[in-house]
């Protein structure tokens, strides 16, 4: 059974930096596509980044671009997202997921990954 698990949300002023962490565990994680999603209150879950494989490109939403960085490291089954610059709109309950290799197509749609962390709150204070 894959298992997804986050870590290391907070509150921070906006400026600051965070770093959130994902482990997947019960998968065949050096193929696995992996990505972070958030959620706003009242708003739909989005897109933030994903991954296809180590050393493919990291795919990145227009709004966090230059300020996240994804990384994942397949020795620990864990991927990372760096969060620097923090906005007050970067405010949300942020999501690892995971699921098999995925089609370029569908990396952006919540819909596609069948394995999904609990979440972490990120809280960007003004």
């Known amino acids: 059974q894959v298992q997804v698990a986050e870590s290391g949300g907070g509150m921070v002023p906006a400026g600051g930096s965070l770093r959130l962490s994902c482990k997947v565990s019960?998968?065949?994680?050096?193929?696995?596509?992996l990505a972070w999603f958030r959620q706003a209150p009242g708003k739909e879950r989005e897109f933030v980044t994903s991954?296809?494989?180590?050393?493919?490109?990291?795919y990145y939403a227009d709004s966090v671009k230059g300020r996240f960085t994804m990384s994942r490291n397949n020795a620990e089954n864990a991927m990372y997202l760096q969060m620097n610059s923090l906005k007050p709109e970067d405010t949300a309950v942020y999501y690892c997921?995971?699921?098999?290799?995925?089609?370029?197509?569908?990396?952006?749609?919540?819909?596609?990954?069948?394995?999904w962390g609990r979440g972490t709150q990120v809280t960007v204070s003004s």
């Open positions: 991954n296809r494989r180590s050393g493919e490109t990291i």
């Open positions: 997921a995971a699921n098999r290799r995925l089609i370029l197509s569908s990396l952006r749609q919540p819909s596609q990954y069948a394995y």
């Open positions: 019960g998968s065949d994680f050096n193929t696995a596509t």
